[in-house]
Nanobody, 122 residues
Framework: QVQLVESGGGLVQPGGSLRLSCAAS????????MGWYRQAPGKERELVAA???????NYADSVKGRFTISRDNAKNTVYMQMNSLKPEETAVYYC????????????????WGQGTQVTVSS
């Protein structure tokens, strides 16, 4: 069984910064792409940033230049540094693992964390 656990959310003032972390645990051999999504009240979940196992990154246009996604493959952990946060970015942020190769050699898809709340408000 694989679990993703996010941390690092909280309350921050507009213009402030937060760093989110997501640690994957369980019977993991390797993880392919990992990403961060967010869902604001009344809105659909949207991709914020993603990173492949080789380090190639992809960002939503709205966060380019302000957010940075990174990962530590040895720790099965993905991070997202968020700078210059805006009130409209208040949302629950979710970590996703696109596919995981387990120690047993099986390929499993689409794991999600429980989400961490980010609130940007003065």
């Amino acid at each position: 069984q694989v679990q993703l656990v996010e941390s690092g959310g909280g309350l921050v003032q507009p213009g402030g910064s937060l760093r989110l972390s997501c640690a994957a645990s369980g019977s993991i051999f390797s993880i392919n792409a990992m990403g961060w999504y967010r869902q604001a009240p009344g809105k659909e979940r949207e991709l914020v940033a993603a990173i492949t196992s080789g380090g190639r990154t992809n960002y939503a246009d709205s966060v380019k230049g302000r957010f940075t996604i990174s990962r530590d493959n040895a720790k099965n952990t993905v991070y997202m540094q968020m700078n210059s946060l805006k009130p409209e970015e208040t949302a629950v942020y979710y970590c996703n693992a696109e596919s995981i190769t387990t120690v047993a050699g099986t390929l499993e898809y689409d794991y999600w964390g429980q989400g961490t709340q980010v609130t940007v408000s003065s």
